[in-house]
Every structure is written in C-alpha cells, then in structure tokens.
C-alpha cells in the first residue's frame, strides 16, 4: 500500500509537467499581451518605447524556452512568481481569495453529499415506482439549470421578494459567522444544486448495478433482510462510483466557480481567473492552472486509495 | 406517440423495439418527443418564424408577450421566440458535434488504454490526467483566441473542438475503466490465446461491451456541451453577437429588465434547462433501457 | 457655449433641483459606492483608467482642478492663484501656504517640481503617460517654497487645462527621491481622505484627513468603494447596497433602478467626451480605397440611429471628431457638408453603392473587430453591422477579449473595428491625435499617413486665437472624413444614478474628472 503511495505520488510529478508545458505554451500563443492593457488603459497615449520597456521589465522579450526555465526554476522552490498585472506575489494574490472559493466548494459538497446520497439510494430502491420518477425528475432537472441562471434566479428572487441582498464583500467564518454565511450560501446552494444532482445520479445508478450482480441476488433468494442486503453488500460496492464523482466533480468545483463568482460578485480564485484571462496575466493564469492541477491530482489520488482500499478486485500493477 | 408518427416506415423488429421503449420508459420516450420538435423546430426555423433573428427593430424594443410576439422582445427589438428557435440550431448543433467528437476519441483512448495496460495504460493515463487536470473555460479560452473564430455554415468549428477536449479525458476514462473489468473477462483471455489481433479484441470484443456506457455518456454529454456552450456564450467566450444562443441572451444586461421584461431572464433560461433536461432524461431512460444486464 | 451639464431627469428630479442647491451640507457619514475596474497599481501617472482615478483621486490634489458644478471653469487647487504671462510663455503658480502631506510633512514648490519633473521626463524604470502633455515644459524653476515657475518653449492652447488634469497627482519629492516608484505601491498624497486598505478583488477604504487645506472639508468621513460591475452592481444598487457608480449607467439600467427606487434615486446627464469610431485599416484591400470607406461611412443612418440606439446604448448625440456641444465642435450644418450626415438616408446609401460599384466591390464581406465589451460596444457593433447591411455589405462580428483585441490592432490584422476614444476634458489636442500619421501617434491603428493631417494638428496647437482654431479644426474635420480614415459613429452620452442623499457631486463630460470627493456629503 505504501508502495503504491508513493508510486501515485511519484507518477503525478510527469503530469504536473505536462500541465505546466502545455499551459505555458498554449499561452504564448495567445495574440497579444499585458503591457498594452496595462500602459494604455482607456486609450493612454503611450510611447513604443515605453510599452518595449516595460515588455523588458516583465520579461516578456525573453527567447520562450529561457521564460518557461525561469518559471519552473521557481516553481520548484515554490515561487510561483509575480503578477503581471500587480507585481505582487502570485501566492499572495491566490492566498488572500482561495479562502472564499474553497468555503463555497466545501458547502457546496456538504450539500450535495446529504441531499445525494438518500435521494439516490430511495430512488435506486424504489426503481420505476412514483418515487424513483419524482427523484430522477428532480435530479436531472438539477443537472439541467445551469448554474449561473440558478444564481441570476436566486438573486432577482431575493431581491424581488426581500428586498435584501447578500453582503457585497466577504467576511471569514471566524470574524462573523452570520454575515460570512448569509452571503456564502446562496453560491454554495446554486452550485450545490448541480453536484448534488450529480452524485444522486451515481449513487442510483450504481446501486441499481450492483442489486443485480449475481451475489445480491444469491443473499436475497437465500432470504436475507432486504435492507440488510443493502446495508452490507450494495451500498459498499455502490459507493465505488459515487466517491469517484464526488471526488472529480469538487475538483472540477474549483474551475466551475468561474461563472459563478462572476454573477454573485464573489472575490474567489474564479472571478480573479477571469480577470486574469482578460488581461493576458500569463503568470497568473499559469499558477492558477498549476494550482488547479494540484487539487485536481491529489483529490484523484484520494479517491482512488479509496477504490484500492474498497474493491481488492482492482489490482495495481 | 414518437412510435406512431415514424413507425410505418421502420420494420416491424424496430417498432416494437421502439414501441417497448415507450411503454419501458415513458420519460424517456417523453423527453425524445422534446429533443425530436426541438431538432425539427431548429432545422425548419426558416420555416416557421416570421421574424429575422438577427435583425434589429427599434419600434419593437422590450415589447412584452403578445401573439405578435409570444415570447416578447428583447432590447434590440428581436423576438426572442425566433431567437430561442434559432438558438436551439446553434445548442442542438455545438451539443451534438462536440459530444460525439469527444465520446469517440475518448472511447477509443479508454478501451486501448485498459486493453493493452501496463506502459501504454500509464503513458495514456497521464496524458489523460494532464487534460483532465485543465479548467475548461482556459481550454476553450485558449483555443477559440488562437485559432479565432472559423464559420462553417454558420457553426464555429472552433468552439466544437474547444468544447470537445474536455469531454475526452472524462470518456476515457469512465471507459477504461468499464474496459478493465472486460479485459479480466475469460473470453477476452481466449480471444487473446486464439491469436486475434489486437485492433480485432478492441473493435470486436471490447467495444461492444462498452457501447451501454459509450451511449448514455454520449446524451449525457450533448446536455453538458448544451450547457457549457452557454456558459462560454454567457462569458463571452463562445457564441458572439448577433448569432441567436440561449447562454448569450442572458448575458450583459438581461437581468436589468427583471422587473418590466422578466421575459428576458426567463425563457433563454427555460430553453438551456428543457434541452439539457431531455437529453439527461433520455440518457438516463437509454441506460436501464439498453444495459442488458438490466433486463431480467 | 458649454451645455450645461447637470441635466436631471427622472421621476420628481426637476422639483429637487432648487432645494438641493439650497442645502448646507452635513459632516458625517461614510459614502459607499461601485468602482467596477481595479488599475495594476497606484501611480496616478501611469494610469489612464477610470478604474485606477476613481480609487485614487479622492487621497490626491493637483495644482488646479476643474469646477464639476461650472464645467469647463477652472478652480484653484494646492495652488491658490496662478497668472500666465501674454505670450503665453510663462505660467506662475502661488501655493497655498497650508497644504500637508497625509505624513504629516507640508507640501512645498519642491514637491510640485518633483512631480512634474516626473510627468514630463520620467527616469528610467518610470511610466509617464503625459508625457506628450508637458513636452512644451522648458524648465521648471522654484523661486521659494510656495512658487512654483513653468517656462514654455512654444505656446499650447492647451496647458492651463493639463495643469487641472486629475491625472497628475503631486507627489512627495522626499519619498520620490528615496524611490521613484514609491506611488506605484503607496498612496502619500495631500487629497481630503486618506488611504486605510485596500482589499484586492474586493473594496478600497478611505478616512477623513483632519490636516486637509480646505476648511471643514471633507464632509464625509470617510468612503468605502467596492469593486463591483454589471448587474451585481445594478442588483446592488436596487438592493440600497450602495449610493452611486461614478463612470456612467446604460438607459436600461437606469430605467431600472428609477423604476424601482423611484423618489430614492437621482439621475445626473450629460454629453461625454467618448466615442467609439469605426476605424478602417488602410493597408488592407479594398479599405485603401477612399470611395469604399466613404461608402461605409455613409451607409450609417447617424441621425435616426442615435434616436433608436440612445435608447439602449448610452450614446446620443451626432457629432464629429469633437463633442457637440464643445465650443470647437462642428455645428448641425457644417455636420450637413461631411459625407455620412445626410439625413436623407436613402439617398445616402444609393450614394453609397454607387461608389462601392464605382470602386469595382461588390458584394462586399469584411469582418468588423469589436471588444467583448457589452456597452456600448456590443449595440454599437450590432447597429453598424445591421446599417451596412442595408447597402448589401456583410459584416462578420468579430468580438474579442481586451488583449487579443488590441493585438490585432496594434498588428493590422483587422479590416474594420470599433475603436474607443475618452478624455479627460475637451480639448482638440487630446481629440485629433488620434487621428495623426501613424508616424506621429501611436495611437493610429489605421496604418495610414496624412501629411495634410499632421499640419493641421500642429497648427491648430499653436494657434493663438479662437476663431483662428475653429477655422483649422473644422479645415482638419472636412479632410479627415472625405478621406474617411475613420467613420465616426454616435457619441457617447452619460449618465449617472445615484442616491437621492448624495449631494455635492456634478456630472461633467468626462468620467475621470470630479471624483476627489472634497464637496460631496450624505443628506440624512
């Protein structure tokens, strides 16, 4: 098992590489840049000269190949760089929204995760009756409203009916739980929506899978309790796929803030992407990306412990 | 009701295939009923609007529903209806191009990954692990600004291929790892010791095995293009203005009207939700329907 | 002259007119408003953005400022008198005696000579968007600690007002000297409030500064902007969130808002020196032609589409290449004389496929380069696209992100695009150089070079009277659209909504100027 670990952790070496290469080049070829958004502004009359000399300072007139050693010579001592756009630090610039975006991933998966499994599994049980119908309606209709309209909903709702609207900058649980909550969870609920939809899915479909697995059978001809039979063989099997969806989908939660962020006015990592795309911030984007990645490979490397850990079937090799 | 219409024309195996699948699955034939007049309304849109979508009508700006204009108008004075029609040819067509493009390349990667293992699996597996690792709105960013924006009848190839890749990495690996368990199967063993090439197993003995998973991923990817597309659109990085696109008409100041045009929020809305809605309804339906060890 | 700026429409905004001008203002309260761009960093001279003066001008002063409430008057600033010399040579700055820096230290001749010294040669290491401003500037001479010399080597009509620009912020000399990149990343300046925090990607804060020159004010406490653009800044507003926006507000949105909040709302108007022209890349076939740009420009119906686009877009008024209204701008009838202002359309557009056919084009396709900015970019974009249509060209929208957008002007890799131009004020030097040889600005994108224009300009800078300067803009105007370069389409138009308790602040044509925050105040 060990072994193993370190096998997984040693292999995602390679694909961070890979995401860096990719990323720094795919950006490259990008038209355009920072500087001339950044010097001209709302229409700055602004010299060659000055716009080359500043194109210098960035580093941006560097041969590619010398650009992207200089990156991944700090990435290895984890200095992700500076900011184009700011100059500051990228890992500040992260630090101080990463808070926000990974409250809202967190609840959102709370959410989705208490709704998912007992809907999923009533509706597994209960296959083709008016039950199961109701839940797969409900469910695929989750995964139908986008997000963003879900949100745009919500706060034209509030509005409409309350006349009240989430506070407009954020406030960490540990200052004022109430006013971090009141702004967090309708976020979290438009987005928890979908995922909890996702993972309900799985969790139905799977269980459905396993009930007619010739074991399942076998322990109800042989009489044992229904629920029983649930409890011990068909959820364990069952939950293989679910934790692989919940896994993959809180990791793609990250990038999937991007529109959401936008509409709630949220300050997280998916707002400043935005910012950071529109405005050519390569370093940025690049560490956002990098970071992503990270989340991305370690959540994958959890669930398939966790798979490794529930199913001795699979063999690692 | 869809078996009636066309079953005169099919032979009498598929029709009362068909016929079964709307008594199995009535959800599932109710949302193929939806999907078939959304696709008809997007082929036949010249058809059956009276208005130009794209043309703007000052004397008609923010009308509210009337029988002129079921569905009202929009700031520019365009009919939404026509729009939200002509916008079903934009989603139906993205939706369907990029899944198909993204479930055959990622089928293919999946089963070759779990059918030759070892090496090749771990070489295909980081590959798949970098893509994977990608948000999708750098992806598509990335490919519509370097290779622009390229029209072919009307359809931004550019953005089929940007909404695609994603979809790659995710088939791929759902089936490998629907492909794994195959391969441990005795008769892919036998197969293997009778000699039969390895494109022969992939193709004749792999990939019918995994073509349950390969169709419900396929409806369940045209509802996630459907929706990405209009995520992109609502960004502004996908479909651009005038092009008629559900996630565009709610983009910039739609949700300004909210009050006296709520139409403009509501409808475009409506239209992703209901696409989306029936093809993960039929996805859904195909699955119990199709997977033969579902039948008892 | 000027028309008058503060415009109020709305519900019952004519009955709070007389009243408000009445009112003494209250101390007190902290004004929280929307800003919806954030700048790279803090040096007022390096930026040109609403999104960067908006956070800064209230912690800065400059040596004159404009009189928001008497637009174009200009009011004295940290220096309480100046005098120019008849030849319009010699510039006299007296300082006011009690001015601080919010250090603590007090300001002196030495300061303003640092920061001009910086906006005019800027040292190595250091951006100076205004340098062109100041290239007239001999020398810069401090007889004592409150008099500051400027010495010209040739007249410029425009040097009284690039002194009121609230672009150039003054600056320490002391901390200048110790880094002359210290504004880049602090804010020391004499303004009426001073800089608490700023939370990046979330809110700006500021408090009142005791030691601030101007008797009693500021009124306010203190601000709080926060970054917030689109509709959450709409919905914001609605919600009673925040007091105002300052850059400007779509017909849409405002109708919004009146609607909603009715009697709690105030909307300020006013024209705008912006506008979105349609620029046509001279390097390319069959755009080199004049005829084929000319046609292009007169298929544009400008009078019936500012009447339709106003009402969607915040564009209004017809102009030329200055705002109507502005004491230099082209009137109704010399408008009449250019191509593309004709009111009779029709006649215009069989003009117009009459030289497309005279050019050899037909059928002509081209793609127009736009931003993927919603306004007014976007309705502009869709009306000039719907316009060409109508003389059986087709146009392909190309809309793009800021920086790809850029590229592909800066590169020439474009047939037609629209492209945005905004000043601070009025004032024929900022407005024409955009329209100089490629040679002589960097701001052409039209990869074209007109002699004739660049003479123009010159002359018309130096020239010494106004009748004088009338004659050669409008000379400048009549040559620059028989050529066509550009076609002018419709000039933005402004308008804010603010809360109803807001008081002290006037709309002025530019979106940079006014926002030091000194006279506004919170009516309970």
């Known amino acids: ?317 | 009701m869809a078996a009636t219409t066309t079953g005169s024309t099919l032979p009498s195996r598929e029709r009362s295939a068909l016929l079964r699948f709307v008594v199995e699955q009535p959800l599932g034939a109710a949302a193929f009923v939806v999907i078939l007049v959304m696709a008809l309304a997007a082929a036949f849109a010249d058809w059956i609007v009276p208005y130009d979508p794209e043309a703007i009508d000052f004397s008609a700006m923010l009308a509210a529903p009337s029988p002129a204009h079921p569905f009202g108008t929009d700031a520019f004075g365009r009919d939404i209806l026509t729009r939200i029609i002509y916008g079903a040819r934009t989603a139906l067509s993205i939706g369907l191009l990029s899944s198909l493009l993204g479930c055959a390349a990622g089928a293919v990667i999946g089963v070759a990954s779990a059918y030759f293992g070892g090496r090749t699996d771990l070489v295909v597996q980081r590959f798949v692990d970098i893509l994977l690792s990608f948000p999708i709105i750098v992806l598509a960013l990335v490919v519509v600004a370097m290779l622009g924006r390229r029209l072919v009848l009307g359809i931004d190839v550019n953005l089929i291929v940007a909404i695609a890749i994603p979809i790659v990495p995710k088939v791929a690996r759902v089936i490998r790892s629907a492909a794994l368990s195959i391969r441990e199967m005795p008769y892919i063993d036998a197969a293997r010791a009778a000699g039969y090439s390895h494109a022969r197993i992939i193709f004749r003995h792999m990939c019918p095995n995994v073509v349950a998973p390969f169709l419900i991923m396929l409806t369940a990817f045209i509802a996630q293009a459907i929706l990405l597309e209009a995520s992109l659109s609502f960004l502004g990085l996908g479909v651009s203005e005038p092009k008629p696109a559900w996630g565009l008409m709610l983009a910039g100041n739609a949700s300004d009207f909210y009050r006296e045009a709520p139409w403009m929020v509501i409808f475009p809305g409506l239209a992703i939700s209901l696409a989306v809605f029936a093809f993960n309804l039929l996805g859904d339906s195909l699955r119990d329907w199709l997977d033969p060890k579902f039948r008892t | 002259m000027l028309r008058s700026c503060a415009l109020l429409t709305g519900l019952a905004a004519a009955l709070a007119l007389p009243a408000a001008a009445q009112e003494t203002p209250k101390r007190g309260g902290t004004l929280q408003f929307a800003i919806s761009g954030e700048p790279p960093n803090y040096d007022c001279h390096a930026n040109s953005s609403f999104a960067a003066i908006h956070w800064l001008a209230p912690h800065y002063s400059t040596l004159l400022k404009f009189d928001t409430a008497n637009y174009p008057k200009i009011l004295p600033g940290v220096a309480q008198s100046y005098e120019v010399s008849p030849d319009q040579l010699t510039y006299t700055f007296k300082l006011r005696p009690n001015v601080k820096f919010h250090d603590g230290s007090a300001m002196t001749s030495t300061d303003i000579k640092a920061t001009y010294e910086r906006l005019r040669n800027p040292p190595q290491g250091v951006v100076s968007l205004r340098q062109a401003s100041f290239e007239d500037i001999a020398a810069i001479e401090t007889p004592d600690p409150l008099t500051v010399v400027f010495k010209l080597s040739k007249p410029d009509a425009s040097m009284l007002a690039n002194f009121a620009s609230p672009w150039n912020c003054i600056y320490s000399a002391a901390k200048l000297q110790q880094d002359p990149n210290f504004p880049k990343t602090n804010i020391l300046g004499t303004g009426a409030f001073k800089f608490v925090e700023h939370v990046k990607g979330s809110h700006w804060i500021g408090q009142r500064f005791e030691d601030y020159y101007e008797q009693g004010k500021p009124y306010l406490d203190g601000f709080r902007a926060v970054l917030l653009s689109g509709a959450p800044m709409i919905n914001a507003m609605n919600g009673g969130q925040i007091m105002a926006e300052f850059r400007g507000f779509s017909p849409a949105e405002r109708d919004r808002l009146v609607q909603s909040l009715g009697e709690k709302v105030q909307v300020q108007e006013s024209g705008w020196v912006c506008k979105l022209d349609i620029l046509f890349n001279t390097a390319k076939k069959p755009f080199d032609d004049a005829r084929v740009r000319r046609a292009l420009s007169m298929a544009i119906d400008r009078w019936g589409g500012a009447k339709n686009l106003q009402r969607i877009a915040f564009v209004k008024e017809v102009g030329g290449i200055l705002r109507p209204g502005y004491e230099f701008a082209a009137s109704k009838d010399e408008l009449a004389q250019y191509p593309g202002f004709s009111e009779n359309i029709q006649a215009a557009r069989e003009h117009a496929k009459k030289l497309l056919a005279e050019a050899g084009v037909q059928n002509l396709k081209l793609t127009l380069t736009n931003r993927t900015v919603a306004m007014p970019y976007t309705p502009t974009g869709l009306f000039v696209i719907d316009q060409w249509r109508q003389i059986g060209v087709q146009a392909e929208h190309s809309q793009l992100e800021t920086a790809p957008y850029q590229a592909s002007l800066q590169s020439g890799n474009y047939e037609a695009a629209l492209n945005f131009a905004c000043d601070f004020m009025d004032e024929p030097n900022l407005q024409l150089i955009n329209y100089i040889s490629k040679d002589q600005s960097s701001l052409n994108y039209g990869n074209y070079i007109d002699r004739k224009l660049d003479e123009l300009y010159e002359k018309q800078k130096r020239a010494t009277s106004k009748d004088e300067r009338k004659r050669l803009i409008r000379e400048f105007e009549q040559h620059l659209f028989k050529e066509s370069y550009t076609a002018p389409v419709i000039w933005w138009h402004r308008y804010i909504v603010h809360d109803r308790r807001l008081k002290g602040w006037h709309i002025t044509p530019s979106h940079y100027l006014g926002q030091d925050l000194v006279d506004v105040w919170i009516a309970q």
């Open chain 1, 1 to 317: 098992m060990l072994r193993y670990v370190v096998n997984r952790v040693l292999l995602a070496i390679p694909t961070l590489i890979g995401v860096a290469v990719v990323t720094f080049f795919m950006l490259r070829v990008v038209p355009g840049d920072i500087v001339e958004i950044k010097l001209r502004g709302d229409g700055g009359n602004v010299s060659r000269e000055v716009i080359e000399q500043e194109r210098e300072r960035l580093g941006l007139n560097k041969p590619l190949v010398i650009q992207f050693v200089d990156w991944m010579k700090g990435l290895v001592t984890l200095d992700l760089g500076r900011s184009m756009w700011t100059g500051n630090p990228v890992s500040e610039e992260i630090g101080s929204r990463l808070e926000l975006s990974l409250q809202v991933a967190v609840m959102a998966a709370v959410i989705a995760v208490l709704i998912a499994i007992p809907l999923g599994t009533l509706s597994a049980l209960y296959r083709d009756t008016a039950v199961d119908y109701v839940i797969r309606i409900v469910t695929i209709a989750g995964l139908a409203v986008p997000s963003f309209w879900l949100g745009m909903l919500i706060i034209l709702g509030l509005l409409w009916a309350f006349n009240w609207l989430p506070p407009l900058t954020y406030t960490p649980f540990y200052v004022d739980p109430i006013a971090n909550l009141s702004q967090l969870i309708w976020p979290a609920l438009a987005v928890g929506y979908r995922y909890s939809a996702v993972v309900a899915r799985m969790v139905r479909s799977s269980i459905v899978e396993v009930m007619r697995e010739d074991y399942i059978r076998t322990a109800r001809a042989k009489g044992v309790f229904e629920r029983l039979v649930v409890a011990r063989h068909a959820m364990k099997n069952a939950m293989l796929p679910a934790i692989t969806v919940i896994g993959l989908e809180f990791a793609f939660l990250i990038g999937g803030l991007v529109v959401t962020e936008q509409v709630f006015n949220l300050n997280g990592i998916g707002r400043l992407f935005v910012q950071a795309v529109s405005r050519n911030d390569f370093m940025l984007i690049q560490s956002l990306v990098m970071l992503i990645a990270v989340v991305f490979i370690l959540v994958n490397l959890v669930v398939d412990l966790l798979y490794a850990a529930l199913d001795p079937r699979i063999r690692y090799r």
